[in-house]
T-cell receptor, first 116, second 116 residues
Framework: AQKVTQAQTEISVVEKEDVTLDCVYE???????LFWYKQPPSGELVFLIR??????QNEISGRYSWNFQKSTSSFNFTITASQVVDSAVYFC?????????????FGKGTMLLVSP | AAGVIQSPRHLIKEKRETATLKCYPI?????VYWYQQGPGQDPQFLIS???????DKGSIPDRFSAQQFSDYHSELNMSSLELGDSALYFC???????????????FGSGTQLSVL
């Protein structure tokens, strides 16, 4: 069975600090997909990234970066120079199988609070 | 670009009433997923449809039913509502026609259901 663990329930930082959100996953499949979603106070789920299990390259998108390490089953997310607008709940999610769109299993989420 | 449309945005019902939530996927998307997110919880998969047929089933109560129509929109029908059904209900869509390049699973803004 698949499982996603986000050990940090809440993180508070001051603007401009860097912050890393941890995600550890469990799966028996060799083919799987990992996602990060942002859920701001308005409630919608905003897609951030999708990564397949065969691509271990780290990715950077502006102030966001992701570190995928199969050896430790982790897919951590770093925000550089955090801003107040980054305040949200961040979910890591996993889907198994070749389709890439089998059901998502979400972690419990990490609430990030960025204060001015 | 068109996104996943959900209606209504908010819904208030009494216990034992029924509710119908609607989801309009992104044009040309053939797969629809429903998720339920309780207060302070992570989204939980309920059910999915591909080409108007149920493709996967999660933790959907027997009181709930869903279907996908010929125009690919989907409806989630909820009967004998209970207080515990109060949650944010998300719909997501994707397509199996272009797995190689379609990297995002798009979520709608959700329907907030409150059962009083």
């Amino acid at each position: 069975a698949q499982k996603v663990t986000q050990a940090q329930t809440e993180i508070s930082v001051v603007e401009k600090e860097d912050v890393t959100l941890d995600c550890v996953y469990e799966t028996r499949d060799t083919t799987y997909y990992l996602f990060w979603y942002k859920q701001p106070p308005s409630g919608e789920l905003v897609f951030l990234i999708r990564r397949n299990s065969f691509d271990e390259q780290n990715e950077i998108s502006g102030r966001y970066s992701w570190n995928f390490q199969k050896s430790t089953s982790s897919f951590n997310f770093t925000i550089t120079a955090s801003q107040v607008v980054d305040s949200a709940v961040y979910f890591c999610a996993l889907s198994e199988g070749n389709s890439g769109y089998s059901t998502l299993t979400f972690g419990k989420g990490t609430m990030l609070l960025v204060s001015p | 670009a068109a996104g996943v449309i959900q209606s209504p945005r908010h819904l208030i019902k009494e216990k034992r009433e029924t509710a119908t939530l609607k989801c309009y996927p992104i044009p040309r998307h053939d797969t629809v997923y429903w998720y339920q997110q309780g207060p302070g919880q992570d989204p939980q998969f309920l059910i999915s449809f591909y080409e108007k047929m149920q493709s996967d089933k999660g933790s959907i109560p027997d009181r709930f039913s869903a279907q996908q129509f010929s125009d690919y929109h989907s409806e989630l029908n909820m009967s004998s509502l209970e207080l515990g059904d109060s949650a944010l209900y998300f719909c997501a869509s994707s397509t199996r026609q272009n797995q190689a390049t379609n990297e995002k699973l798009f979520f709608g803004s959700g329907t907030q259901l409150s059962v009083l």
